[in-house]
Nanobody, 131 residues
């Protein structure tokens, strides 16, 4: 399994935008809940966004932590087996290492609860927002 994360533009000014991506070889994102955690220096890790697995009966559910709601958007590209986190109106307090996770449980409950027992963790990517 190869689970990789990428970022377009790791350093941005306040108010700017960035896109994070999470791609996997060896698993189908349809079968996993995909989420993003972040950890700022000196702070605890927090789950900030998630998209549930697909059960075929309707749209996948999404979750956003309050501090990013309305500014971040999570989406998936099934053809590329990739999940994206579009981040806009970035603030200095968004500066952190961002980690993509995947979990076969399928729901976003673990991300909401900041649980670390996810099936897969991507390599962290640093996002820096300058003031």
């Amino acid at each position: 399994l190869m689970f990789s994360c990428g970022v377009w533009g790791g350093l941005v000014q306040t108010g700017g935008s960035l896109r994070l991506s999470c791609a996997a070889l060896g698993l189908s994102f349809d079968d996993y809940a995909i989420g993003w955690f972040r950890q700022a220096p000196g702070k605890e890790r927090e789950g900030i966004s998630c998209i549930s697995s697909s059960d075929g009966s309707g749209p996948r559910t999404t979750y956003y932590e309050d501090s990013v709601k309305g500014r971040f958007t999570i989406s998936g590209d099934n053809a590329k087996n990739t999940v994206y986190l579009e981040m806009s109106s970035l603030k200095p307090e968004d500066t952190a290492n961002y980690y993509c996770v995947a979990d076969s449980w399928g729901s976003c409950a673990k991300v909401v609860a900041n649980r670390g027992d996810m099936d897969y963790w991507g390599k962290g990517t640093l996002v820096t927002v300058s003031s």
